[in-house]
């Protein structure tokens, strides 16, 4: 009988009566990177019975976002359930940089150990001379032979120990700084890395026996990209040149290797809700007194009602070809896609991976910008056209024109204007110069009036050996007072906006030529006064 109720708790343990979890590996096929966020699609294969099973796919990160988990299959299986959980007793297998770091660490653990025991030997051996000064008996006399050889041996070899151990210290010393910097980087990085796996549990109910294709898809948070620009001009009669890049930066706590990416111009942590507007009322102001326990009470009744903020995904599973060395872009209702043609590694550290999308020509037309009031230097900018069909977004641009980089610039697409202005750097050879003309200033008083003059020359030239086009500001000022007048006398044919006071010439500059316009103004206003700001 005992022997019965054992090989019945034997059985009631082995795999062929009890159902038991099984685990599956998975890659990482792709990625669609949104600019806040990413998610992750995983394949996953694995051998099955008939009837009911649970496969875990395990070694996920802990952040990702459980209502976004999908999973589907190919195979003749029902898919009866998918559910989430962490695992805080297995860890990720530790990245190939973190396991050198690792070992490096216990390498110089070991080195200055062995070190500091062979320090403490020369100490041993210094102690034991040190402790048998004494030559010979005390009644035997030794010559001076003698007594010069064991000096001497005294000597060289407490020379030599006391040599030893300075060097046995400077290398400690040198081995624990490079163990502290090492320790740094090693925690650095493997702070990034939750040490909490994250499991997809999913419960199938298979016909018969075979293999399963399983796919899995879910969001992280802790994932994004960034455009970026390189603008190359060549000359001021040809197109520019622009790159589209990103940088994809991501600290899930798994490395992206080898994986196809899609860059989403999406936002799915923007939510896609409508905002809905509420009546606006208007009423006199009543102030009433409310007792603590009613604010108490309406506190918790606007929390209770507060709406819940919309953390979901966008799903974006449009499948695409792709072509090497080539970007697939795919615009649907709500959003651009670039589907890039080369696999890239994205390591979990936080550092951003530059990653080609595109390149473009652009047309446009040059011309040079100054404002000397604020700057004697004159800035080329190029005018581009056509802009808005090459799905750009706000970003730094890096600026290079002749192949000489000029510096950095803004590209701001958001604006509403059909022309896309990139200022590309300063230009010496446009010698701009701004004085204060002393014939046109003057300052006097007519009855119960000031009246104060100042008149300004800007000069232009043009070193250049081409034509070139240039577009000069100034401003007269603006007054905010009744009593204050401003009137403009003379502007060389500027352009004059009178509510913002500038002033703007446009003209044409052959090589060598030099250009001057000159302006006056006349403020008017009581002389009892003080005016400021002129």
């Known amino acids: 009988m005992k022997k019965l109720i054992v090989f019945a708790a034997i059985a009631l343990c082995s795999p062929a009566v009890a159902q038991t979890e099984k685990r599956v590996d998975s890659r990482i096929e792709n990625v669609t990177v949104f600019l806040n966020r990413a998610q992750i699609n995983r394949s996953a294969a694995a051998r099955i019975d008939g009837g009911r099973s649970t496969l875990i796919i395990g070694g996920l990160t802990s952040r990702l976002d459980p209502q976004s988990v999908q999973v589907s299959g190919t195979g003749r299986f029902t ?11 297995n860890e990720f297998t530790l990245p190939a940089r973190l396991r050198v770091l690792k070992d490096s660490v216990q390498l110089i653990r070991d080195q200055i150990q062995m070190i500091q025991a062979n320090k403490e030997i020369a100490n041993k051996e210094e102690q034991l001379i040190l402790a048998n000064q004494k030559i010979g008996g005390q009644n035997q006399n030794l010559s001076v032979q003698e007594l010069k050889a064991m000096a001497d041996f005294f000597r060289t070899r407490l020379s030599e120990i006391a040599e030893l151990k ?9 081995l624990n700084e490079t163990l502290v910097k090492v320790q740094r980087q090693f925690q650095e990085q493997n702070d990034l890395l939750q040490r909490n796996t994250s499991e997809v549990v999913v419960s199938i109910d298979a016909e018969a026996a075979g293999n ?57 942590a923007l939510g896609g809700v409508k905002p809905e507007l509420g009546p606006w009322y208007l009423d006199f102001y009543q102030p009433v007194v409310r007792s603590p326990r009613y604010l108490e009470k309406a506190q918790m009744e606007v929390a209770a009602a507060a709406p819940v903020a919309d953390d ?19 615009e649907s209702s709500l959003m651009t896609q670039f589907v890039i043609g080369l696999p890239y590694s994205v390591a979990s550290t936080g550092t951003p991976t530059l990653v080609d999308i595109a390149a473009h020509s652009v047309n446009a037309s ?44 803004y590209i701001n697409p958001q604006q509403i204007t059909d022309t896309l202005f990139i200022s590309m750097g300063r230009d010496k050879r446009i010698v701009v110069k701004r004085e ?32 070139v086009t240039v577009l000069l500001e ?25 509510v913002t006071g500038k002033l703007i010439w446009e003209f044409t500059l052959k090589p060598q030529e030099q250009r001057k316009v000159t302006y006056k103004f006349e403020v008017k206003y009581p002389k009892d006064k003080t005016i400021s700001g002129l």
């Open 79 to 89: 898919i009866l359930g998918v559910s989430h959980r962490q695992n805080f007793l």
């Open 166 to 174: 300075m060097k046995h210290d400077k290398r400690i010393t040198q």
């Open 212 to 268: 399963v294709q399983l796919t899995l898809s879910y969001v992280v948070a802790n994932a994004g990209w960034a455009p970026l620009y390189d603008i190359r001009g060549e000359s001021t009669n040809k197109p520019l040149k622009l790159q589209y890049k990103a940088n994809v930066y991501q600290s899930t706590g798994e490395d992206w290797n080898n994986v196809r990416l899609t860059l989403s111009t999406g936002n799915p």
């Open 312 to 330: 979901g995904y966008l799903n974006t599973s449009t499948a695409a070809r792709t072509v090497a060395d080539a970007v697939n872009v795919v």
């Open 366 to 409: 040059f011309k040079y910008a100054a404002a000397p009031k604020l700057d004697n230097d004159a800035f080329l900018i190029a005018n581009a056209s056509g802009w808005e069909a090459l799905n750009l977004l706000p970003g730094e641009a890096n600026v290079f024109m002749e192949g000489a980089f000029v510096g950095k610039t």
């Open 436 to 467: 204060k003309v002393k014939d046109l200033t003057s300052r006097r008083a007519i009855g119960s009036s000031q009246r104060e003059t100042s008149g300004f020359e800007i000069s232009v030239r043009n070193t250049r050996n081409e034509t």
């Open 474 to 498: 100034d401003h007269i000022p603006v007054s905010q007072n009744s009593q204050i007048e401003v009137s403009l006398q003379e502007s060389s044919n500027a352009r004059y906006d009178a």
